[in-house]
């Protein structure tokens, strides 16, 4: 930074290679207008016509090809949904159809979707997945720590680096499979559904540690993401005794009982070290903050602490 202003380093899409630049400045047409196919797009349908080519090699049959050649408009117009730096040189891309990204299409997370692994320094494309990739799902269960950029003095608890995160994701799969019009198919999406991740939406308090404390997940999450608000307190328990250690109030106090058939939604953003919580509740279309510290108990008093 300088001055407080981020400076460009690199520019991607319409241009990947130093020298992209010159060589389209010879057409005098104008980028906007342009009827080729940008480069890092590019990349994308050369990648998936080799992979086409290779099983269909490998198969003896030109299934995959056909297929490629069949759903070549729709994947040229693919458009860039979400993106995440992996890392310095690495960047997951989420592509979709237009309707998807500018949401004309409801359920959008349940819409084909595409994941691009994206290594800038040599500007090639490393792999593509679809949202139904079971290869995906076990890469980010394994090494979900890595999508998420944690730092290695505070890491949030996720699936590949805590039983307790692991044995949570391995319910949510089977429930989601065993529901009424359910299956793996859906269950692989909605998991996938969370990627990129924004690496500030990843809780590192230790509260929220399952390591420490067993929660309900249903009302609070590492994933600092809009939940469904209960009429009473959020329990934490000692992981190892099963002691009631803290509660955290969640209900409108001080206001009015909303409607029953009201839908109440509840955010939490954890202090990464303190005992501090801020809450942002919502029912219908009225905002309330809270801010949530420790109850100091009196000494030698052995209850609970509450937010």
Same mark, same amino acid.
């Given at each position: *930074?300088? &001055? ?36 890092? &797009? ?17 198969? &003896?049959?030109? %299934? ?30 989420? !592509? ?21 692994? !994206? ?20 890469? =980010? ?31 949510? &799969? ?40 067993? !929660? ?13 608000? %209960? ?13 009631? *250690? ?21 955010? =939490? +953003? ?18 309330? +903050? ?7 108990? +009196? ?9």
């Amino acid at each position: *930074m300088q &001055k407080g202003c981020f400076i460009p380093i690199v520019k991607i899409g319409r241009l990947l290679e130093d020298d992209d630049e010159y060589l389209l400045s010879i057409s005098r047409e104008h980028s906007q207008k342009e009827s080729s196919i940008n480069a890092l &797009k590019h990349r994308i349908l050369v990648f998936l016509y080799q992979r086409a080519m290779k099983s269909s090699l490998d198969q &003896k049959h030109p %299934g995959e090809l056909r297929r490629f050649y069949q759903y070549f408009d729709q994947l040229k117009g693919l458009r860039i949904w979400k993106m995440q730096l992996i890392d310095e040189d690495h960047i997951l891309l989420k !592509y979709a159809s237009e309707e998807v990204v500018t949401h004309r299409k409801s359920e959008s997370n349940s819409q084909l979707s595409f994941f691009v692994i !994206y290594d800038r320094k040599n500007t090639r494309i490393l792999s593509i997945y679809d949202n139904n990739s079971k290869e995906l799902v076990e890469i =980010f269960e394994q090494h979900c720590d890595f999508f998420r950029n944690s730092s290695e003095s505070r890491i949030a608890s996720s699936p590949s680096n805590n039983v307790y995160a692991a044995l949570i994701q391995k319910k949510f &799969k089977r429930t989601i499979s065993n529901a009424k019009n359910g299956s793996i198919t859906e269950a692989r999406k909605r998991i996938l559904a969370r990627l990129p991740i924004s690496a500030q939406s990843c809780s590192s308090s230790p509260y929220l540690d399952l390591f420490l404390f067993s !929660y309900d997940e249903k009302f609070v999450s590492v994933m600092e993401r809009p939940k469904g608000c %209960g009429d009473h307190p959020i329990q934490f328990y000692d992981r190892n005794t099963g002691r009631l *250690m803290f509660k955290i109030y969640t209900g409108l106090q001080n206001h009015p009982s909303p409607p029953t058939s009201a839908k109440r939604l509840v955010a =939490f +953003v954890f202090h990464p070290t303190d005992p501090f919580v801020i809450s942002v509740q919502r029912t219908l279309l009225d905002y309330v +903050v809270n801010f949530h510290v420790r109850k100091a108990g +009196v000494q030698g008093d052995t209850s609970p602490s509450f937010f």
